[in-house]
């Protein structure tokens, strides 16, 4: 009869332990993405209302190199909130259109203000997406040139994903993945 109660002590000791550690690891995950953002000087809250100020400046680079050498370039979108995310991921799927994104809310760089879309203002005002225009008339196309640039700033580019390329697209990811972001952001996120 002892031996029965010090083994289910035993078990109910077993029980706790495992319980206390499945409450404790998604904490541990939280924290340690959270500390990730920190050390790269973004703030939970900031990612999830505005452009990043280090990629807001980037942009502004981006237009004034591409305008150098006579093209210009609009930004159609850079911070784009979770809900908005979501309105757009319904295009082409419950509302007509076609798809054009293959991210949910809180998918997408964009989200975390990370993100900019761009396009090619032609000098009749016109706003294009067409990667083979050559506007300044130097013999290469447009669209690559400013890609160069973008890249040479430090982002990533849309174009070059493999599995859903999206060309107008440009990033700096900070190292951080999604899955990253959104354990950091998942605090501020629950205070909303
Ligand atoms: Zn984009």
Redo the contacts with the bound molecule.
Sequence with gaps: MLKERQKLKKWVFVLIAVSTALFLLPLFFTDHAEKKLEKRGLSRESLLTELNPVVAEKKAELVKKTAAIGITILIT?DFRSIEAQDELYKKGRSVDGSIV?KAKGGE???NYGL???FALRKKDGKVIWDMNYDGNRDGKKDWMQVVKIAKDLGFEW?GDWENFP?Y????MSFGLSIAQLQRGTKTALLDE
């Design positions: 979108d994104t997408s760089y964009h993100a900019v879309d849309g999206d107008p697209h440009l990033q």
